[in-house]
């Protein structure tokens, strides 16, 4: 298979977030879309670099072979991800420290290959489905007024959310003990709703272990990144199992968190690490018994469509994903995510590729 076209589309929306639809069209006739979204102040790429590097390197993408391919179905679906990697290898260098652009880059092209071969990306990723859903999970935060966090609470479980994670804004030790109390609240009214926190690596190393402490009556599944990227590995075993999120990202430290104790899940956010490198994190962490779950930056819906593959395409289901429908998506051109569904679910498209169709900004 061969590139012959592609093409760039800007999306503002608003403030500083730009979002980048990335077509790529084969020989075939075919179009592939992918998409990148960085978040300003927490990606490490910015729009206009990956708008330049998106405007140069399809052109030099060379052929993206698969094994025995003809340009009909029956490829085997994991084949794939290693032509794309292939394809891809001579312009890592260039890809360096974009991350959103690599994912929009990757996107585009599983999206091609699977409807070449007549597999969804989920497929294309990791082999034939072992499930066909996943749920997601609801967000809050303790930065709203504890009414208005507990009403979030309830419309989440009338919708069928069965898993609800908090992130804790709150800072210093008063902080804390607000987001404590607004917790504590939080559980006497939904006793039977798995609880996840997010620290967003704002404690110490030092006062990490006495805060999950304070924590573990709550009865939280994991704390997210209670500390530092960079610092997470010395955590160590804790009252409350902790997960890796921004750490991830950190050159070296997903394999050193691979056999930290206390480590309890990976976050996979695509946007941040690329779709491909997302999946070989979460095949690693479920093969070594941790739990895996894939979140959105709070990108666009091709991005979104391609987050629901990764869960999807995971050796076995993860937990409730970070993949709910978000506000930030009434910026973008009305597309239907097929993956999407009522009642908290995600679940498999029944078309090949991305399944998203048409684009038009």
Known sequence: MRVVAASLEQVDLGGARRGLVLSLTDDEGRVGLGEATPLP???PDAADDDRRALAELPGALGPVDLPGDTGTTGAAPRATAFAILRALAPLSSRLRGLPAARFALETALLDLLGQRVG???SACLGGHRRHDEVRVNGLLTTSVALPE???????????GVRAIKVKLRSRGEEGFA?????????RREHAAIELRLDANAAWSLEEAPRRLGLLAPLGP???EQPVAPELLHHLGACDVPWAADESLAVEGMPERLLEAEGCAAFILKPAMLGLLRAHELGRRAQARGLDAVVTHLFDGPIALAAACELALGLPRPPLACGLDAHAG???WPAVRIPQLREGGLVAA?????????????
Do not use: H, Y
Not at 149 to 159: K, P, Q, S, V, Y
Not at 178 to 186: G, K, V
Not at 351 to 357: D, I, K, N, Y
């Open 178 to 186: 607000r987001d404590l109390e607004a917790l504590r609240a939080l």
């Open 149 to 159: 966090m507990l009403e979030g609470a309830r419309a989440l479980a009338a919708r």
């Open 349 to 361: 498209s029944g078309q090949p590729g991305l399944g998203v169709r048409p684009w038009t900004a």
């Open 41 to 43: 102040g927490f990606s």
């Open 329 to 331: 998506l009434e910026a």
């Open 221 to 223: 599944r994991f704390v």
């Open 119 to 121: 597999t969804p990306v």
